[in-house]
């Protein structure tokens, strides 16, 4: 009868910090229950879920079971091959629940059963997964998560289809409606066979709100190992017990002589047949490695788990005078002060929460006290449970849960379910973080439903989404008007393009703190409201409209003023109708006579596109395209003639199908860039458009191709032109045609460095950056991909990479790594210099000097007076010295070893149109064109500048 087992716990393994946490978290709870009568248990409170099954059904223990079909929408069935799975490993399982399974594919990532549980009531909910033949095929491991109420409980990982998952939780219900939810993992299907619900009146035991207690094992001691399982009727609550575990050698009495029925059981206690049996040992001692079971999120930084002891006095060899006295220890965490008397009148239940040790194992043994009459420890039943804690004050706001409801309706989004925010939210949206927002009520903070294809009309329930600072809309098919969202007061970015929406931009919209609004591709109609236009002005807001037929903006672009009925006023009198008239002849006569003068000014000048470039035109984002690689071949002739390699990668010609010859950039260099940052850069180049910089057309992002289409420029780079390698298409290259490029490419830089949000900085200013097209207009290239200046590395000037070439460096950027505006100001000044010389930065031939760089030599000719003698020989006589004289020290003040001295690119840019002046009476070679002050396009928000 007596064991001699040795102990294998230690009872110092993390004491003091556990110890102190347990004690103040929970003493041991001690009850004891005299004499109640076991009830019978009404199976009306079982909820019995044969998911997938198409039939109702009763099974061999009389439990009924039900399809699915009223707990969820989403979903489809499976039938598994039952017979090839592992279902002797767990006896006690309803094999007929498990050949059938519902699975969620996409594109919905949480999929909710609709449980209707007590609120403050504790029930044992148990969950199974056998994939079987369902995933077996799938060359992945399936994995997913599940909820239950608003707590993320377990991850769910798949990987031997064919031996069932079970999953059991005993769940103090918060709230009377407890969904039970499945989110979509990193690889496979979600899917469950079978949802089993209990309730356990009374379980004190188990009662911890605020915790999902995972079970770990549930074992009636003293059952021989390999006896089947008990669960209902056995345990009116359909707990399932299960004999002592394979290889367990702890003496036990198998069956007490006392008859069941005169057991002294309380009602949410296991019931008499499973106290019946007990360990029986001079010593119980026990491990479990808990590390081995997969651990579900907690907000706790230890992993703790909850245990209840069973004893019960079964034994009939005791005399009157004999007690058993137990010391209980878990981990280190004993109850010696207050020893445990087993009873033969009622079961004395010890539970408490414990803290796992750094070892991962579960420490237990019970033993006799010093003050036990009777010398053998006894146990009649035990649990454990992982202890997950999730914040139970953590709630979605219910006037976010009505109206993301009404908003799902009105779209048609039923395929998601749940609450919005938790435990996950859904894939279109997002809630605000409790850690940040500083409230454990979360809220609805951005909507992305782009390329949803939803129609009707914008849902007004958006406007009590107050908390919203996202909306996008994009991509879809709605119609009607933008509702009245002036409710949503920390808007900041608003994208409706992309729609067939109508009606008026509405004046709120000016009042939003909106810093981006995309309207493009639409059918809104009538004026931009002043308020809006304002703020472009500012450059506060990002705003492009581009393609809305009736939309007039700025009284600059009024094409197509459709539908009068939405520009009136409405009831006005006919009075102010007839005035409001007049001025709108007025106004179409004007509209007519500058079109007409328009029309007549670009015959004369059929090479400027300062008709359509000037102003404030709307961005045109939406015209970039993306190619396949297919296209891009065929485009390229199979990527037949190359124009050169540059740092992206190579460079090749091709022609779109309407003609337009374009140069693709392949990204053939080691490194590509990660998908999202591909993209990013894409999407920022799309935005950046301006007459000076090589326009950006389109781009590739197929498995492992990331391609940039840019429009061709046909005279190649200014560093050909000027070392004498291309052809002049208009006779000499002089001065006042190298003027009007450097005045274009100064334009093109002033505005990436002043007109950009964040600013750019080039980093790699130099001639072969320059390009030149048909007319030999001016463009900068090579802007963009992973030159972008981060904000931090704007306002700090700090960067860890040195860019650029050799020859056009900043010596000072070079010593120091910092990065600034005054970089490119540098950079910019060396190619002027060789646009005056005609030499090379990286030349050392300098006839009859001592110097050693193109600016020393410039320099002490200058010095000397002699500016004939600097002048790149090629460039003939036609120029006016007053202007190679100020572009030569606008070049060397360029080149200022001090920052601070150097101009700002602004500066540069004006100094050159002054110079241009100077030539005016000289000969056009070059169409220059006039230049607005501001930049020409509404993308750019930011005109601070940020150089140092
Ligand atoms: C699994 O196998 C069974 C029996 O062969 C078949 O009825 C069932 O359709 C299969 N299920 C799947 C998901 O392939
Ligand atoms: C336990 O003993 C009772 C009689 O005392 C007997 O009827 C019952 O079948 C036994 N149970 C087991 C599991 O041995
Ligand atoms: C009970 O048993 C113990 C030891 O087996 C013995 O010492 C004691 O005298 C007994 N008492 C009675 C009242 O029989
Ligand atoms: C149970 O036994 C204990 C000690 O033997 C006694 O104090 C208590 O009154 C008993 N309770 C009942 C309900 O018989
Ligand atoms: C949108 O609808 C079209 C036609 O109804 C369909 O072909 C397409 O797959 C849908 N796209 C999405 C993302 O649902």
Known sequence: ????????????????????????????????????????????????????????????????????????????????????????????????????????????????????????????????????????????????????????????????????????????????????????????????????????????????????????????????????????????????????????????????????????????????????????????????????????????????????????????????????????????????????????????????????????????????????????????????????????????????????????????????????????????????DPATSGTSILDITALKLSGFNLTGKIPAELTGLTELTQLALNGNKLTGSIPDLSALTKLTNLQLHNNSLSGPIPEFLGSLPLNVLTLDNNLFEGKLPASLQEKVDAGVLTLSAANNPFLCFGGNRCLGAKAPSSLSTGHKSSHIGVIIGAIAGGLALLLVLLLLFLYWRSLKKPATKSVIGRGKLLAESSKVKSFSWAELTAITSNFSKILGRGGFGDVYQGELQGGQKVAVKVNNANTKYGEEQFLNEVALLSVIHHRNLVSFIGFCDEDTHQVLVYEFMAQGTLEDHIRGKADTVLGTFDWKTRLGILVNASKGIEYLHNSCNPPIIHRDIKTANILLNEQLVAKVADFGISKLTSDEIATSGVSTQVKGSFGYLDPEYFQTFHLSQRNDVYSFGVVMLEVITGKSPRTVDFPDSQASTLQNWVHSKVRDGDIGGILDPVMGSNYEAESVWKVTELALSCLDPDLSARPDMKRVHQELMQAMEYEEHHKTTILVDSYPSESTLLTASSTTNRSS
């Open 1 to 432: 009868m007596i064991n001699k087992q040795k102990a294998s716990y230690q009872t110092m393994v993390g004491e003091g910090a556990r110890g102190i946490r347990v004690a103040a978290k929970l003493v041991h709870l001690v009850i004891l229950c005299f004499g109640l009568l076991q009830q019978a248990a009404a199976q009306g409170d079982f909820t019995s879920i044969d998911c997938g099954s198409t039939v109702s059904y009763t099974d061999s223990l009389g439990i009924k079971w039900e399809t699915d079909e009223n707990y969820i929408s989403t979903g489809q069935n499976a039938v598994i091959n039952i017979k090839q799975a592992n279902v002797g490993t767990v006896d006690a399982l309803n094999t007929n629940a498990l050949q059938t399974l519902r699975y969620f594919p996409g594109p919905a990532n949480k999929h909710c059963y609709d449980i209707k549980l007590v609120a403050a009531k504790v029930f044992v909910i148990r969950l199974t997964f056998l994939g079987g033949n369902f995933t077996s095929g799938s060359a992945t491991v399936t994995s997913f998560s599940v909820s239950l109420g608003t707590a993320y409980w377990q991850d769910i990982r798949v990987s031997d289809p064919w031996t069932p998952i079970i999953r059991e939780a005993t769940f103090n219900a918060l709230q009377p409606y407890s969904p039970i939810c499945f989110q979509r993992g990193a690889s496979g299907n979600p899917f469950v066979n079978s949802i089993e619900v209990r309730s356990l009146p009374g379980a004190a035991a188990y009662r911890l709100p605020g915790y999902i207690l995972t079970n770990l094992f549930r074992i009636d001691c003293g059952v021989k190992s390999g006896s089947p399982s008990s669960r209902y009727p056995d345990d009116p609550f359909d707990r399932i017990w299960t004999a002592d575990p394979p290889g367990f050698s702890i003496p036990g009495f198998t069956n007490a002589s006392a008859p069941t029925e005169n057991l002294p059981v309380a009602t949410d206690q296991p019931p008499a047949l499973i106290l019946k049996s007990a360990w029986n040992a001079s010593q119980i001692s026990f491990t479990w490695n808990m590390s081995a079971f997969p651990a579900g999120p907690t907000i706790e930084p230890v992993r703790s788990y909850w245990y209840i002891f069973y004893f019960l006095e079964i034994a009939d060899d005791l005399n009157s005078t004999e007690t058993r006295v137990l010391d209980l220890s878990v981990d280190g965490s004993s109850n010696k002060d207050s020893p445990i008397t087993v009873m033969s009148n009622g079961t004395t239940v010890v539970n408490n929460l414990g803290l796992l040790g750094d070892d991962g194992i579960i420490h237990v043994s019970v033993v006799p006290s010093a003050t036990s009459t009777f010398p053998v420890a006894l146990l009649n039943a035990v649990e454990f449970a992982d202890a997950q804690e999730y914040d139970i004050k953590v709630t979605t706001s219910p006037a976010a849960v009505t109206n993301i409801e009404a908003i799902k309706e009105k779209l048609s989004l039923s395929e998601w379910q749940g609450d919005p925010c938790l435990a996950w939210p859904y894939n279109w949206l997002k809630c605000s």
